[in-house]
């Protein structure tokens, strides 16, 4: 039998109208069993990070509102969907778990990252344990399986404990089982419960697609797969139908909010088909993530992606190359993105985003001693499999560029994009441009 892993984010199953519209998937999608991976209910783990702090600053009261929030609202859905009696037991100690991690932060007057990725856990717990009665499934805890360090917040897994753990999930689901468990957590080797960070619960899905030697690992979401364009710039962005797994790393890594990089490399170690749908219109077109690259025409775009909230920082030729890798060093510990970083005897250009208040104070700190930062800039990505059957291609596409103010062109070990800097502002006008001529010319 072949093995499909079904993963469902927060906004799949946020409410108890969701619950129902991924339980029908799941019937229709795994009639002779199979794993399914859920996200916390949607919002549910931003309210715990705002318990844990305010619980942190020793606001014990905030912290146990916000609880009481948590519980009100998973209360209502499974009374919605007539399941109080049936999810009670198994929620029980969750709340209280959650309760008394408040309270010790509380009386600790700090948040440490083990007990804020303990707290997380009750979140997804809590998610799980619904789905799997919604579900008609089962539910497994994921921390019997998903081996990893000791870091928390952003945890490695360890891929050959996770293969070696999830022996006897293999044989359970091969026999046709339907389970049910938590996306985004793990397990140190001392039994420590720990988080993947960022995309965590497209990275479990995909990890232990690795791990059961499935078939197909199903990201469902609310857009149908994945777009030629952001629609919200491009009225003509369209899906597309098949992708390659180096185009679905390049839009990830320049904009894409449906991938994230870390759950694109169990597919391509593994060669399982990665589906992204949408869970809104579970008939609509579907992208297929293949480990075979689908064939393009010479030169052909697949998508255009941008990311906003670049900051350029110039360095001067006198400095040399160390300051701005020191810079990149410290930025990237504080949790920035990089871009670019591109030298030449005129200097040195680093480009990078700022995703947490951290790097924004480091960011800071380097404009304070005399470092060029300018913000307001955005890295635009052509991505697609023709331009590394025509490398000259993507040269032809500058052609479209015209008079715009070019802040650097971005290379690195892909063939299949070509990325450059611009202002912001020119977003709304070059994206759509791009698209016509880059995407829909061919």
């Known amino acids: 039998m072949s093995l499909k892993v079904l993963k469902f984010g927060g906004s799949s199953v946020g409410c108890a109208e969701a619950l129902r519209r991924a339980a029908g998937i799941v019937r229709d999608e795994l009639p002779a069993g199979g794993l399914v991976v859920v996200s916390a209910l949607r919002g549910t783990t931003d309210q715990i990070l705002d318990a844990c702090a305010a619980a942190g600053r020793g606001d014990l009261p905030t912290a146990q509102s916000i609880l009481s929030t948590i519980q009100v609202r998973h209360r209502t859905v499974a009374e919605e969907l007539d399941l109080t009696q049936a999810v009670a037991a198994a929620w029980a100690p969750l709340f209280t778990r959650l309760d008394q991690l408040l309270t010790g932060m509380a009386m600790l007057g700090e948040t440490t990252a083990r007990a804020r990725d303990t707290a997380l856990a009750v979140g997804e717990t809590l998610s799980a344990n619904l789905a799997a009665l919604c579900f008609q499934g089962i539910f497994q805890d994921v921390r019997a399986v998903m081996q990893t360090d000791a870091r928390f917040g952003k945890a490695r897994p360890q891929l050959g404990a996770i293969r070696e753990a ?89 904009g894409a909010k449906v991938l994230h990089a870390d759950s694109l490399a169990p597919g391509g170690r593994a060669g399982f088909r990665l589906v992204v749908a949408n869970t809104l219109r579970p008939g609509a077109s579907r992208t297929e993530i293949l480990p075979v690259p689908p064939v393009r025409p010479a030169g052909a775009v697949t998508s255009v992606a941008y990311k906003e909230g670049i900051s350029l920082l110039r360095f001067p030729a006198s400095a040399g190359l160390e300051p701005p890798l020191e810079a990149a060093r410290s930025l990237e510990e504080a949790g920035a993105l990089r871009f670019g970083l591109i030298s030449s005897p005129a200097g040195t250009l680093l480009a990078v985003r700022p995703e947490t208040h951290a790097a924004t104070e480091v960011l800071g700190t380097l404009a304070a001693s005399g470092v060029v930062c300018e913000s307001g800039w955005a890295v635009v990505a052509l991505v697609g499999e023709g331009l590394r059957a025509d490398p000259v291609a993507a040269l032809r596409h500058l052609g479209e560029l015209g008079q715009e103010p070019v802040g650097g062109l971005l290379t690195g070990s892909s063939t299949v994009s070509l990325a450059f800097l611009v202002p912001e502002s020119r977003l709304s006008s070059l994206i759509p441009r791009l698209h016509s001529r880059c995407v829909l010319g061919y």
């Open 166 to 254: 999830a022996a006897p999930w293999r044989a359970a689901l091969a026999a046709g089982a339907l389970w049910v468990t938590q996306g985004f957590l793990g397990s140190s080797p001392e039994g420590v419960t720990t988080t993947l960070g960022r995309g965590g619960s497209d990275t479990s899905a995909t990890l232990l697609g690795e791990a059961l030697d499935a078939e197909e690992v199903q990201i469902w979401t609310d857009v149908d797969g994945v777009l030629t364009a952001d629609p919200s710039l491009v009225k003509e962005a369209r899906p597309i139908p098949q992708m390659s797994l180096g185009e679905a790393e390049a839009l990830s890594a320049f």
